[in-house]
């Protein structure tokens, strides 16, 4: 979700009604890259999916609340827990930012597009219990209990199939969506990679954050306006 497509001209253009929190929790104008997890960042979907919901909705103002930490295991995202490799607190950090935007709007969604570190035989198995008490969790401390989530599906690339494992956190992706209202499935088929066979090129990263906002707008146009 961080990004790490190259970051174009068309990526630093300025739309008005997006803005994005930053790294000092000030509210400034959401050019690319919006993310701050690791000393690389560059272009994710965050941005073209706020920018299609503008577009669909030009009486608003969007915020994006940037929590994202690149590599991180789903059991990073836990009260208290320490993402090692990048000495952050991701799940406590996610919450006080949103917090603090709150005090400026209203939390409309939570996109999410996370899994590959767990797409092995020893985290996979567990990775759909985990994702539903993530879920619940994340709800209950935002005092939303119908609050939109969107998984979003990882890549999936020809030069590299995906095992048993992959195929396992898929699944359990789609499941979630199917079992718990207010959950989405936002399909990244024909996307390409940067080159690396593991993050989206900055064309598919802005692409997917497209495909994220046809999902919202269709299925939430009605509360896009409440505050």
């Given at each position: ?6 970051v174009?001209?068309e ?20 050019v690319?890259?919006i993310?701050?997890?690791k ?6 979907p ?24 690149g ?36 939390l409309?969604?939570?996109l ?6 767990d797409?092995?035989e020893?985290?996979a ?12 969790r994340l709800?209950?401390e935002l005092d939303?209990?119908a609050?939109p ?5 990882l ?7 995906w ?5 396992l ?5 789609q ?21 690396d ?5 900055a ?17 939430y146009?009605e ?5």
């Amino acid at each position: 979700m961080a990004g790490r497509g190259i970051v174009a001209e068309e990526d630093r253009l300025v739309n008005p009604q997006v803005v994005t929190l930053n790294k000092d929790e000030e509210w400034v104008p959401a050019v690319d890259p919006i993310h701050f997890d690791k000393p690389f960042v560059g272009v994710g979907p965050g941005r073209s999916f706020a920018i299609a919901v503008a577009e669909e909705h030009p009486g608003i103002t969007i915020g994006l609340i940037p929590g994202a930490v690149g590599g991180s295991p789903i059991s990073s995202w836990e009260p208290g827990t320490l993402d090692p490799a990048t000495n952050t607190y991701p799940y406590d950090d996610a919450i006080r930012r949103t917090r603090k935007a709150k005090e400026a709007g209203t939390l409309k969604a939570i996109l999410w597009h996370q899994g590959e570190i767990d797409s092995n035989e020893i985290l996979a198995p567990r990775y759909k219990e985990k994702l539903i008490t993530l879920i619940g969790r994340l709800r209950q401390e935002l005092d939303n209990p119908a609050l939109p989530f969107l998984i979003g599906q990882l890549g999936h690339f020809s030069e590299k199939p995906w095992d048993q494992w992959w195929r396992l956190v898929n699944e359990a992706h789609q499941e979630v969506a199917q079992e718990i209202k207010g959950v989405y499935f936002v399909s990244s088929n024909g996307l390409k990679h940067k080159g690396d066979i593991l993050h989206f090129s900055a064309v598919a990263a802005r692409e997917l954050g497209r495909r994220y906002a046809r999902i919202y707008v269709d299925r939430y146009a009605e509360v896009i306006y409440s505050r």
